[in-house]
């Protein structure tokens, strides 16, 4: 479609990290504070023995616990700085890996967009109801040393990623809340939805594209345009449902449209574009491609709309 329509996003637009949290352990050190035993001696040849007097041993207060740094909390709830640093780590590695690298600050604000959407993902599913009990993450637990050769494997990549036990169950049950959530969310787009059936003259000279919309006024056929535009497909754009084209102008001008009717030129970052509608349907089954880009739009809406009511606070 010309850059046109949203492309397939991968799974973790759906705001599943994984398993990628560690706790810092710190070792508290007791100082236990006593005071020395005065003794008064005197050089006498009396035979009074002399008296020890002992000072009062002070009790020691209990050591608090050093609370955690955090890098960022999300409506009270926090990702610590160690977890949060390992996150970006992991993302600058998975960049580099995919040939695309990435300099400290753009992992950071990514890692930070993606850690308070699966907070806020993992909230609202506790909200709604959602419980996942002890037997149930450790059968989670379990599943995943299984796909990894057993427990040994596990604990072993534990170590190498720095997790402790604690820290990869809280990071577990995290995403497995938040992809509740997301499935939540996601399931509730309907199968279908209004849809044009859209064509379009795509040029990439202003003065071509006035020149066509002349010719278009004047009578001239729009498919023989079209084909001079694009021989392949004549500018044959299929179904498309609001919210599946990146352009909104386009999106306004193709829903306003009357069957038959072709827009004024529209000039975009790709080109000037002139539309025309060729069919239209009220509620049409969505393709899977369609069906894909609205639930991710649906997605992003209600992660956009809980940042704008949440308590979001970064280091």
Not at 89 to 101: E, F, H, V
Not at 265 to 276: E, P, Y
Request: proline share 5%.
């Amino acid at each position: 479609m010309q850059g046109q329509t949203h492309k397939s996003a991968p799974a973790y637009l759906i705001y599943n990290r994984g398993i990628m949290t560690q706790h810092r352990r710190r070792n508290f050190i007791w100082i236990l504070l006593t005071l020395a035993l005065g003794v008064a001696s005197c050089a006498s040849t009396s035979t009074v023995q002399p008296v020890f007097t002992p000072s009062a041993t002070l009790t020691p207060e209990p050591p608090t616990a050093t609370a955690e740094p955090m890098a960022l909390t999300v409506n009270g709830e926090g990702i610590t700085l160690v977890e949060f640093n390992a996150n970006v780590a992991d993302y600058i590695n998975a960049q580099a890996a995919l040939g695309a690298p990435v300099d400290s600050a753009t992992a950071t604000s990514a890692v930070i967009d993606d850690l308070v959407a699966q907070m806020l993902l993992a909230q609202a599913a506790r909200a709604e109801g959602f419980s996942l009990d002890n037997a149930a993450l450790q059968a989670r637990v379990d599943s995943l040393a299984q796909q990894l050769g057993g427990a040994d494997a596990l604990e072993a990549w534990k170590k190498n990623h720095g997790y402790s036990d604690p820290a990869f169950q809280s990071a577990l049950k995290r995403a497995v809340e938040s992809a509740w959530m997301r499935d939540k969310i996601i399931s509730s787009v309907p199968a279908t939805a209004e849809q044009v059936h859209l064509q379009q003259i795509l040029l990439y000279n202003e003065d071509t594209a006035r020149s066509f919309l002349l010719q278009l006024n004047g009578g001239s056929d729009f498919d023989d345009l079209a084909f001079k535009g694009d021989p392949v497909t004549r500018g044959d754009l299929g179904w498309v449902p609001r919210g599946y084209l990146l352009n909104k102008e386009i999106e306004s001008a193709a829903f306003n449209l009357a069957v038959g009717e072709h827009s004024d030129v529209i000039a975009t970052d790709v080109g000037f574009h002139i539309l025309r509608i060729l069919a239209r349907d009220p509620a049409r089954p969505l393709s899977p491609d369609a069906l894909l880009s609205l639930q991710e739009l649906a997605l992003r809406n209600w992660v956009a709309d809980q940042r704008q009511a949440a308590v979001i606070m970064t280091q």
